[in-house]
């Protein structure tokens, strides 16, 4: 069975930091790609960053280059998102999802993703 499992979320200040970490069990994730999305209501779910755990290769969208790291943490075998320099738009509920890499066509996509998480809210508000 596969959960995947989002946790970190909260209130922060703008230009503040905070790290969200996923945790994927039942997934082998040497063949999986591992995504982070947000959700504000009203609009689409938008993909943040991606991580191919076998090469390491990461994917950001524009909006948080240079702000936000996505971060494999084989200690605790999660997959972290650092965010920093925290602005109000920023604020949305932050999912985790899965994908296999046979199926990931465009890593920003959420319909390509297979597993999904319950999902973390992040505010960011002074």
């Known amino acids: 069975q596969v959960q995947v499992v989002e946790s970190g979320g909260g209130l922060v200040q703008p230009g503040g930091s905070l790290t969200l970490s996923c945790v994927v069990s039942?997934?082998?994730?040497?063949?999986?790609?591992i995504g982070w999305f947000r959700q504000v209501p009203g609009k689409e779910r938008e993909g943040v960053s991606c991580?191919?755990?076998?090469?390491?290769?990461?994917y950001y969208a524009d909006s948080v280059k240079g702000r936000f790291f996505i971060i494999k943490n084989n200690a605790e075998d999660t997959v972290n998102l650092q965010m920093n320099s925290l602005k109000p738009e920023d604020t949305a509920v932050y999912y985790c999802?899965?994908?296999?890499?046979?199926?990931?066509?465009?890593?920003?996509?959420?319909?390509?993703?297979?597993?999904w998480g319950q999902g973390t809210q992040v505010t960011v508000s002074s």
């Open positions: 991580l191919r755990i076998r090469d390491s290769r990461e």
């Open positions: 999802a899965a994908v296999g890499l046979h199926n990931l066509d465009l890593w920003s996509d959420p319909n390509d993703y297979d597993y």
């Open positions: 039942g997934l082998d994730l040497e063949y999986y790609a």
